[in-house]
């Protein structure tokens, strides 16, 4: 599968005029700003994320913003600043794994089980609803157990949760496209299976895939904070935004808003962005359905 078969869309979506086109480059502009700060984090955070930062009889106690410390300390004399950077490392890596992976998996078979439908489908087909069935969260927290507190586990567990999203999304779109005018035209001609997949078949589906890519991205977003939470992704003294959270909320009931409040604000905000992002996309393919 061709990586360039699925940006294309997107590209010529970002030169067309729309009215959801305001999501998608808002939704663009919040991503890449995340992804670029989250890169830089070592050379724009003003101290380590695991290091203590404030004399130490004033460690014990969280630390409110002030010039020396933006978005404060934590109970452990931590920056939040700096950990909200790293942070961001994490949950990008995560999601952006987990997202890549399942398209990875559940396109592939969505195309051959959408295409070839018969006994192949029918099995494919239980095995997606079977993982389908479950509480997204409550799945990604049994394999996360399962495999152990790591990032590239999260992003894995994270994964198979997504790939039915993929699978069923692409099998609906394939089963049209199979039966269409020119795909009988080409099987007439002699193409074989695979460049009328390839070729053919999956462009007219990477307008579906990019929506939901920047949806389901927006959700594993989310999901990915409930494992942090648990203690699932990361462990001390690591930062994520989820672990930041938890660690966080003893802090909020005595008083420390801000050990709380700016993970949680970017958890909302970059799960914003990726959902911007996905309705813009489908914005416009509502729209072109609607002309065809």
């Known amino acids: 599968m061709r990586l360039s078969s699925i940006l294309s869309p997107l590209v010529s979506l970002l030169r067309e005029r729309y009215d959801g086109k305001w999501m998608l480059l808002a939704g663009l502009v919040i991503v890449a700003f995340f992804t670029m700060v989250s890169i830089l984090a070592p050379f724009i955070a003003p101290y380590e994320p695991a290091q203590i930062s404030v004399p130490l009889e004033l460690a014990s106690e969280p630390q409110p913003p002030s010039w020396e410390h933006p978005m404060g300390t934590n109970n452990i004399g931590y920056d939040v600043f700096s950990r909200i950077l790293y942070g961001g490392r994490v949950i990008l890596y995560v999601v952006l794994s987990a997202s890549i992976l399942s398209l990875s998996i559940g396109v592939p078979l969505?195309?051959?089980?959408?295409?070839?439908?018969?006994?192949?489908?029918?099995?494919?087909?239980?095995?997606?609803?079977?993982?389908?069935s479950f509480p997204g969260i409550i799945l990604a927290i049994a394999i996360a157990s399962v495999l152990g507190t790591s990032p590239t586990n999260a992003a894995i567990a994270l994964a198979v949760v997504y790939v039915p999203t993929y699978f069923r999304m692409v099998r609906g779109q394939t089963l049209k496209l199979a039966q269409s005018v020119f795909v009988e035209a080409l099987r007439s001609?002699?193409?074989?299976?695979?460049?009328?997949?390839?070729?053919?078949?999956?462009?007219?589906?990477?307008?579906?895939?990019?929506?939901?890519f920047g949806l389901g991205a927006a959700d594993a977003i989310l999901t990915e904070a409930g494992l942090s939470f648990f203690g699932l992704t990361v462990s001390n003294p690591n930062p994520d935004w989820g672990f930041d959270l938890y660690n966080g909320m003893g802090d909020f009931r005595n008083g420390y808003w801000w050990t709380v409040f700016f993970p949680g604000l970017m958890i909302m905000l970059l799960a914003l962005g990726f959902a911007l992002i996905?309705?813009?996309?489908?914005e416009k393919l509502a729209l072109r359905v609607e002309r065809d």
């Open 278 to 282: 996905g309705e813009g996309l489908a």
């Open 110 to 132: 969505g195309l051959v089980s959408g295409y070839y439908s018969g006994k192949v489908d029918r099995i494919l087909s239980m095995v997606m609803d079977s993982i389908y």
């Open 189 to 212: 001609l002699g193409y074989p299976d695979r460049v009328i997949l390839l070729r053919h078949i999956l462009p007219n589906t990477a307008p579906v895939i990019l929506v939901v």
